[in-house]
């Protein structure tokens, strides 16, 4: 019932932003939580923000503090991930996530509800 669609994604240089957007539709429970994964061919997802309902609890990959910002706008039902310094091993397909029942960001994608089609991300040096 919940659908989400990612947009933003693109070919930018190391050292370059992005701003990544999620929107979703549907009815969403509460409590929710939004957020991103971003997998690398080859490779399992991988954990990289999320964000509660009312923006008061975030968390992040150790690996993208202090670089990448997440953020959400509910009026327009919109989840976005602001990425600066982008490094080419960052190339990816990141994808919107959604989880409902919880209060606490799961890192195993397993655990998520819903997820979006992905958005390509490639980072070149």
């Known amino acids: 019932q919940v659908q989400l669609v990612e947009s933003g994604g693109g070919l930018v240089q190391a050292g370059d932003s992005l701003r990544l957007s999620c929107s979703y539709s549907?009815?969403?429970?509460?409590?929710?939580?939004g957020g991103w994964f971003r997998r690398a061919p080859g490779k399992q997802p991988e954990f990289v923000a999320a964000i509660n309902r009312n923006g008061g609890s975030i968390w992040y990959a150790d690996s993208v503090k202090g670089r990448f910002t997440i953020s959400r706008d509910n009026a327009d039902n919109t989840v976005y991930l602001q990425m600066n310094t982008l490094k080419t091993e960052e190339t990816a397909l990141y994808y919107c996530?959604?989880?409902?029942?919880?209060?606490?960001?799961?890192?195993?994608?397993?655990?998520?509800?819903?997820w979006g089609p992905g958005t390509q991300v490639t980072v070149s040096s």
């Open positions: 996530v959604g989880v409902q029942g919880i209060t606490i960001a799961p890192r195993n994608w397993a655990e998520y509800d819903y």
């Open positions: 549907g009815r969403t429970l509460d409590p929710y939580i």
